[in-house]
């Protein structure tokens, strides 16, 4: 059957144009003017009244936990929560059950997703056998069938084991992508090094945790020559030293995540304290916990706001929602990953980046975990939170509507850029696999994680007044409808 979006205002070629889009058989024939498409025949017509089409938005880092973890996501709701983000295209990361480090291992994660996936899902193969960093996995095994190699999750923290994986990935032809993290520098494991966690009395996650073993990754691909990517970035000396490798010639990409863009510690300080402190006392550290509201008062929390950018502070009311929440400990487990949300000079530090073009693309990083494991709150649950089918809708109104990025750079960060570092088909125009989305940009709603068809409920972004509805996402013959009314 053929299609065709009228009245499209698509992304075609790095501009917004008035256009129809034919498309038969899951690839799109044809981009015309708006109005000079087929008028009717054999072609089923759907106008879009000036709706927008943007190519399909591509994650390179999702944890959709199947092999292993169905109780957190399977790829089924994992890839629907994707479509309805607008997005055609992920890359799920390899700390699974097995660990997809040898063909065998790979072809149990490549059966669900050819069983489940609604959008096209590329795993990664782990740069170690079974991401215990001690043995390179058998990556010219699975290179065929991976977008890239990755032990995220964990830093490979052995130099040379680190080296021989960039010679083979290298050799390969596909990029090494690294969770960085030393673990001996990593301190506690809940919260950033900074104004939470002294005000809790807790040992926080270092910075250097993250920029030092960046920095060890730049020295071995400048030795090996293989191309690199960070995930995650989310410190301001990260954003530094990849800058620098930058200006240097290194082959180096790097990824940050929404959280990271639009909140920092502050929101923690504000909402979480109290209920964290409580569960503290309870998970038996006498001793590390001391009375939080005098923390606070010595940190002058009264003048500490929680800052998210511009019109999601002003629309969210945020200050009010979530210090209504402040009691609710069950509730903090949503500000919780990692790396952990930093200070908001690293805030600054990584919009710079952004703006400078130091940050290649946005991820989200989606790690969604069960309702009982992130109600186990601040300290006690899992880290990691769900972000695919809301990362959009809170970029568009935290960067794009405040002004300080454009509707066009935003699509760059979340398709075209990611399509050209990990060679992803991207792209409206004659020829190519249909792989977009439609959204309107003027509805406005509040996101809700129950919502999510994610089985991860646990977002940062709860309550969050945006802008943008991701109406419909085309991922070659697939065509998928979103109600219109789900959010509300
Ligand atoms: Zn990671």
């Known amino acids: 059957m053929k299609k065709m979006f009228r009245n499209a205002n698509a992304f075609v070629d790095g ?32 106008d879009l009244f000036g709706k927008y089409v943007f190519p399909g938005l591509i994650d ?22 994707a479509a309805r983000g607008g997005y055609t295209d992920v890359c799920t990361m390899p700390n699974l059950s097995p660990v997809p480090d040898s063909p065998e291992h790979l072809e149990e994660e490549l059966t669900l ?42 830093g490979v923290e052995n130099d ?32 950033n090094e900074g104004l939470a966690s002294k005000a809790l009395g807790i040992e926080g996650i270092s910075c250097e945790s993250e920029w030092k073993m960046i920095a060890r990754d ?56 109290a209920s964290a402190n409580e569960a503290l006392g309870q998970s038996g550290a006498p001793g590390q916990s001391k009375n939080v509201s005098d ?6 929390a009264d003048s500490i706001k929680i800052e998210v950018i511009g019109i999601l502070a002003r629309e969210a ?29 690293d805030r600054e530090a990584l919009l710079k980046g952004l703006l ?23 300290l006690g649950g899992p880290m990691g939170v769900s972000g695919i089918e809301c990362a959009f809708p809170v970029l568009y109104t935290g960067l794009v509507k405040t002004g300080v990025i454009t509707l066009e750079k935003l699509i760059t960060l979340m398709s075209t850029a990611p399509a050209a570092r990990f060679n992803i088909e991207s792209g409206i125009r004659e020829g190519a696999t249909a792989k977009l989305c439609v959204y309107d940009l003027d509805e406005q709603y509040t996101v809700c994680g129950e919502k999510f068809a994610s089985m991860g409920h646990f977002t940062p972004f709860e309550g969050i007044k945006v802008y943008g509805k991701c109406l419909m996402t085309v991922c070659g013959d697939k065509m998928i409808k979103h109600e219109r009314n789900r959010e509300k």
């Open 295 to 300: 923390s606070i008062n010595d940190l002058g």
């Open 15 to 46: 501009i917004f144009m008035s256009s129809d889009i034919l498309i038969e058989d899951g690839r799109i024939t044809a981009v015309l003017p708006a109005g000079s498409g087929p008028a009717s025949g054999d072609t089923e017509v759907i």
């Open 160 to 191: 040379s084991l680190m080296e021989e994986a960039m010679n083979r990935c290298k050799a390969v032809g596909k990029l090494a992508v690294a969770h960085c993290e030393v673990k001996s520098l990593m301190g506690g494991k809940h919260l």
């Open 317 to 345: 009311e945020q200050e009010k929602s979530i210090g209504g929440l402040v009691r609710d400990e069950k509730f903090l487990g949503r500000f919780k990953m990692n790396p952990p949300l930093r200070s908001r000079a």
């Open 356 to 378: 400078d073009g130091t940050i290649d693309m946005i991820a989200t990083d989606h790690a969604p975990h069960s309702k009982e494991e992130k109600e186990r709150g601040i």
């Open 60 to 81: 390179v880092h999702v944890h959709f936990r199947e092999p292993g973890f169905s109780h957190k996501e399977t790829i089924a709701t994992g890839s629907l929560s």
């Open 218 to 273: 730049i020295s071995v691909s400048k030795k090996t020559g293989c191309g690199y990517h960070v995930c995650h970035v989310s410190t301001a000396d990260s954003v530094r030293v990849i800058r620098e490798a930058k200006r240097a010639g290194v082959d180096i990409t790097c990824e940050t995540a929404p959280h990271y863009l639009l909140l920092d510690e502050e929101v923690l300080l504000k909402g979480g304290c």
């Open 113 to 154: 997703i050819r069983q489940q996936a609604v959008i096209d899902v590329h795993p990664y193969g782990s740069l170690t056998v079974g991401e215990k960093v001690t043995e390179v996995a058998d990556i010219e095994g699975v290179k065929d069938n991976v977008c890239a190699f990755s032990d995220d999750g964990v």
